[in-house]
């Protein structure tokens, strides 16, 4: 059998692969290892924008428990090599579909190379777009956090704040009480009259004490965090507090292909089936690109799912061309 580890056809400025998958993250990368020992041509295209960049440690993903992300994802990046795929540090500035087939699409690369494909994987996650109160952008993913199961362990039992910036605040309050017993609730964007009865009776079950007001800012001492300030220039003493984030997805280039799209709570994404195919034929999505709440382990296991389903396509498209 012929080995598929490099490009199948080569012109002066536009090379093609059976597969491209547009983001080096966890999805990108595990869709591109099982593409790579399924012997598929593969380029992946990072633009080296990780969700949890600003993170010292990733948590909850069984034997990597508390490894680096960046460490992560460069253990990733050499075990894909072994298999002959590609990857370059670029950004994807605009893709096209060729005819009304079911695949091939043109790759425009900001570094002005054009690449070819079969089928696409987009994994090219999302932004996390904090709250506008001084000193949580600076803090974010040290002391101000937004995911307990990411971080709740290594802040347990500290004094903790939970910022609100809709009435979704309270399950996230609610949440972390699991982690510590001292959590109050800053309602800052939130009117206490939007909180329901049932938001009231959990809060105080839960023991969440909850405060009024504007946030200010941070109050920070030899570079941890020590407290919140309101706008009336009070400080409560915190030591941790959890923000939640306005998630801005990368779906830009599934706008541009014509993919059907589903506006949720938490943004907007491409409607996809159970293995990650959009209403796109030969469009797959995957990780943070495919829906909110993937976190590391699960965006890996997305790119998986994708990229087997991928290959089995591609299979049976062969087959049933030559028979």
């Keep these: 059998?012929?080995?598929k580890t490099g490009p199948d056809e080569r012109t002066e400025n536009s090379v093609t692969y059976e597969v491209i998958v547009v983001g080096g993250g966890a999805a990108g990368l595990s869709a591109?290892?099982?593409l790579g020992r399924a012997r598929r041509r593969t380029l992946v295209i990072d633009a080296g924008e990780p969700r949890n960049a600003p993170a010292a440690h990733m948590q909850g993903y069984l034997t990597r428990d508390g490894?680096?992300?960046?460490?992560?994802l460069a253990a990733g990046r050499e075990e894909i090599a072994r298999y002959g795929v590609e990857l370059v540090r670029d950004r994807v500035t605009d893709v096209a579909r060729d005819g009304d087939g079911d695949g091939d699409f043109t790759v425009a690369l900001d570094s002005g190379r054009t690449v070819r494909a079969r089928r696409l994987i987009v994994a090219t996650g999302l932004r996390d777009e904090l709250p506008a109160v001084a000193g949580v952008a600076e803090r974010f993913g040290r002391d101000v956090l937004h995911c307990p199961y990411c971080h709740g362990w290594e802040v347990r039992d500290r004094a903790f704040g939970v910022l609100a910036a809709n009435a979704l605040s309270v399950h996230q309050a609610l949440m972390v009480s699991q982690w510590s017993e001292d959590v109050t609730l800053f309602l800052h964007e939130v009117a206490e009259s939007e909180?329901?009865?049932q938001d009231v009776r959990r809060l105080a079950a839960a023991g969440v004490k909850v405060v009024p007001g504007q946030v200010a800012g941070l109050a920070v001492e030899d570079d941890r965090l020590t407290g919140v300030r309101l706008d009336d220039g009070t400080v409560y003493e915190r030591e941790v507090l959890f923000v939640a984030p306005r998630p801005v997805?990368?779906?830009e280039l599934f706008v541009k292909l014509g993919a059907k799209m589903d506006e949720t709570p938490f943004g907007t994404y491409p409607v996809i089936d159970e293995r990650g195919l959009t209403s796109v034929p030969g469009v797959w999505a995957a990780g943070n690109a495919s829906g909110f709440a993937e976190q590391?382990?699960?965006a890996a296991s997305r790119g998986y799912r994708?990229?087997?389903a991928v290959n089995g396509e591609l299979l049976f498209a062969d087959l049933d061309a030559m028979s």
Excluded: D, H, K, Y
Aim: charged residues 15%.
């Design 67 to 72: 490894m680096p992300p960046a460490e992560f």
């Design 195 to 197: 909180l329901s009865e």
């Design 1 to 3: 059998m012929t080995e």
């Design 306 to 308: 994708a990229a087997a």
């Design 32 to 34: 591109a290892l099982v």
């Design 296 to 298: 590391v382990v699960n």
């Design 249 to 251: 997805p990368r779906t």
